[in-house]
Each structure stands twice: as structure tokens, then as C-alpha cells.
């Protein structure tokens, strides 16, 4: 393996998730959900599976699956042309990697935010560029918000991108308005690309907003917006993404994604467009019922004696392991599975600085409320 890459040789899901089968333990770390999306979704998909659909789609996807993530930007005040300014893509990690290996190279520094999305760093480091790590700072409500004063120190000549998410995985945070008109503005002084993971855009909670950067004045050029249907219709299997931008943005991503995947999910595509099309209140409903396990699972840890952050969007929750006696988070992660049956994520897994964010722990909600429950129960037991 090239030194680069030496980083990243196996996903925290991956680990994870294989240590919850060993110890047949509740798996609140990798973040899926246990219940299946929309039924005339998964028609859709079967009939396109079951109606000879089972062949190459469209090198920028199926146009009407471009056609409906079109329509379904403008719901943010975004217009992009289907054919030109739409592509489809192998779930938002293609995405990501695709536009860093598109627009970025060796000299080139990214800034990112941590904690941070494992793909990005291995994204940054395939496509030969640095990254340039800011933190989070907490707000008097206890939101963790941008540290827009590292913002404007990590910027230097060499800075070619950003690379956002918000809704945040995995603090649960989602930026405001007012700080993302802040990063737009020096996006715009700086002459920076932003991309924005979007992939939580329907999973905001308590009457929050998602703010995409692309609707913010001068942001739609120089903005890669990212999302996918996995976290919408409960689908993170099927990999279908996508990628809004300028014309011209999305011919350089689509020239490095011709050549990583070429395409992918060809039936699966025409359930998506559906989906985007049809389904939007039951994904409303999606959201409620996640607002709902939110909150059943931060009471039920902080009656196990965590100290709970509040989460705003997602599926993750954070809580805070010293109240429990315990120091190191990442340590009891390992143990965890073994001592009670339970899995949840180091939160310093996501870091550049793991000694500041060691207390940390990520508990995914996105599961059956039985399922919850028995995780608070076993949890209970830990002390
Ligand atoms: N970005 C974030 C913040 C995520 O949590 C995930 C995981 N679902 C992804 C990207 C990857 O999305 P996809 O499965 O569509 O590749
Ligand atoms: N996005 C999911 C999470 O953060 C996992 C995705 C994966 O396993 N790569 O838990």
C-alpha cells in the first residue's frame, strides 16, 4: 500500500459492525436503519429488476432520475439543468471522492472540518492534496458550531476547497444560516470551491433548517452539492448519489467518476427518481419518528448516567462517557461489545486530534425502538 493511503486501511464502521456480530451485541455504531423505505420504492425497483432494466444506465444516470434531483433542488431556490448540471453517482462517497480527485492535486490544500466524515481524509490523501483541519466551537446553547476564526486562518494561497457537512456526522450539529453566509462570503473572497455533504438534508429536527451553501448569494458556481437517497428512504445499500453544480463543475467530476465506477444501480435509479417524486411525506414521517428516537435513546443514556450533547439532525447522538468514571472513550468502545453487548463509535476516530475529543462517544438512533431500548437497558448495567 503507497504511504498515503497507509492511514486507511479499515473503516471504524467495518471494525465496528464485526465486533457487534462477534458479541452478538446491539449495533448503535455504523448508522443504517433496520426498517426498509417507501413500499413504491421498493416496487419501483422491483419492477424495474423484474422488467429486463438490467443494463448500463446513462453515464450522468437515468434522465429521469436528473430530472427529479432537479426538481427536488428547488426546494432550496436552486435551478440545475438536469442534463448538464446533475450527475448520479455511486452513493455521496463517490461523490466526495470523485469531485476531490476532480479538482484537487498534489499541492493543493482541502480544509475540513472535524470531527470529519472518515472518507474525506482518505479522499484528500487519494487525490494526492493536504488537509487543513478545523474544529467545532461550542456555542452558549451547547450547539457546536464552526470555528470560523480557524476558518479564516486555515485559508492560504494554496487552498483550493472546502468540504462540509451539515447536517453533521457525527456531532448531530447543523450550521446556521448566519455562519454559512460567513463561509460563502469568504468562499467568495478567497475564490474557493465549496463542497457540501448534504446526505442528512431531510433529517433536521425541532423545526431547524438545512441551509444548502449553494443557495447563498455567489455559492451556486463554485458549490459541489452533495447528497443521496440512502439517508432519505432508508436505503444506504442501493449507493445511489448524486452531484448539483455549474456545467462545468459537473464535467470534471463526471471525468473522474467515468472512470472509478462508470455508473452504477441502473434498476435501482428509476425507484430514486420515484422516490424524489412521491415519497417526500413519508419521509417527513421518517424525520418525526427520528426526532422521536432522538429522544428516547438521549434519556434513556443519560439515565444510564452519560452526559448527552444535544443532537439537531441525523441519525447520531453524542454523550460524554466521564460522568461514568471512565476517561477514555475510544477504550470503553473496544470494551463495550464484550462488557454489556452494545456497539457505539469513538468520536476521536473522526479527528486529527484525538486527545481533544476522547470523551466522546457516537450512538446511532436510527433502529427500531425495541431495538433502543435494549441498548439503554444493557447500557445500564455498564457501571
Ligand atoms: N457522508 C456522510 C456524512 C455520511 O454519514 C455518509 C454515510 N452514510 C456518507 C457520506 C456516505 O453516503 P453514501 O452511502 O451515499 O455513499
Ligand atoms: N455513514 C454511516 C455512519 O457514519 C456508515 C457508512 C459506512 O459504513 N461507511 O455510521
Known amino acids: 500500500l503507497v504511504p498515503r493511503l497507509r492511514p486507511f486501511t479499515a473503516t471504524v464502521f467495518a471494525e465496528m459492525t464485526a465486533l457487534a456480530v462477534r458479541h452478538d451485541a446491539v449495533n448503535l455504531g455504523q448508522g443504517f436503519p433496520d426498517t426498509d423505505g417507501p413500499a413504491g420504492m421498493l416496487e419501483t425497483a422491483k419492477n424495474s429488476l423484474f422488467g429486463g432494466d438490467n443494463q448500463y444506465p446513462p453515464g ?128 467568495v473572497e478567497h475564490d474557493l470551491v465549496a463542497v457540501t455533504d448534504e446526505v442528512y438534508e431531510h433529517l433536521v429536527f425541532d423545526g431547524g433548517e438545512h441551509v444548502p451553501l449553494a443557495s447563498l448569494p455567489g455559492m451556486r458556481e463554485r458549490t459541489v452539492a452533495i447528497s443521496s437517497a440512502g439517508k432519505t428512504f432508508n436505503c444506504t445499500g442501493w449507493k445511489i448519489g448524486w452531484v448539483c453544480s455549474s456545467a462545468e463543475l459537473v464535467a470534471a467530476v463526471k471525468a473522474a467518476k467515468q472512470f ?16 424524489l417524486e412521491n415519497e417526500l411525506d413519508w419521509v417527513e414521517d421518517l424525520r418525526t419518528s427520528l426526532q422521536e428516537k432522538r429522544d428516547r435513546l438521549s434519556a434513556g443514556l443519560a439515565d444510564a448516567g452519560f452526559a448527552v450533547r444535544p443532537s439537531f439532525g441525523t441519525y447520531f447522538v453524542t454523550a460524554d462517557v466521564r460522568p461514568l468514571g471512565f476517561s477514555d472513550a475510544a477504550e470503553l468502545a473496544w470494551a463495550l461489545p464484550e462488557r454489556v453487548g452494545v456497539v457505539a463509535v469513538p468520536v476521536n476516530v473522526f479527528t486529527d486530534h484525538p486527545d481533544e475529543w476522547k470523551h466522546l462517544l457516537r450512538f446511532a438512533f436510527c433502529k427500531r425502538n425495541e431495538v433502543i431500548d435494549e441498548a439503554v437497558e444493557r447500557l445500564r448495567k455498564l457501571v
Do not use: K
Not at 466526495?96 to 472540518?113: F, M
Not at 467545532?136 to 468540504?163: C, K, N, Q, S, Y
Not at 472509478?260 to 422516490?275: D, K, M, R
Open 260 to 275: 472509478i465506477t462508470f455508473v452504477s444501480g441502473g434498476p435501482l435509479q428509476p425507484a430514486v427518481a420515484y422516490a
Open 60 to 187: 450522468p444516470g437515468r434522465p429521469e432520475l436528473r430530472a427529479a434531483i432537479a426538481r427536488h433542488r428547488q426546494r432550496y431556490g436552486t435551478d440545475y439543468d438536469p442534463d448538464t448540471e446533475v450527475l448520479v453517482t455511486a452513493g455521496a462517497t463517490e461523490a466526495i471522492t470523485a469531485t476531490l480527485l476532480a479538482l484537487t492535486e498534489a499541492g493543493d490544500e482541502v480544509i475540513v472540518v472535524e470531527p470529519y466524515y472518515d472518507s474525506y481524509a482518505a479522499a484528500v490523501a487519494m487525490a494526492g492534496a493536504q488537509r487543513r483541519v478545523i474544529g467545532l466551537t461550542e456555542a452558549g446553547d451547547g450547539r457546536l458550531e464552526l470555528d470560523l476564526d480557524a476558518f479564516r486562518a486555515a485559508i492560504t494561497p494554496r487552498t483550493r476547497a472546502v468540504l462540509l457537512n451539515s447536517p453533521h456526522n457525527p456531532t448531530g450539529t447543523v450550521f446556521s444560516r448566519a455562519q454559512l453566509s460567513e463561509v460563502a462570503r469568504l468562499c
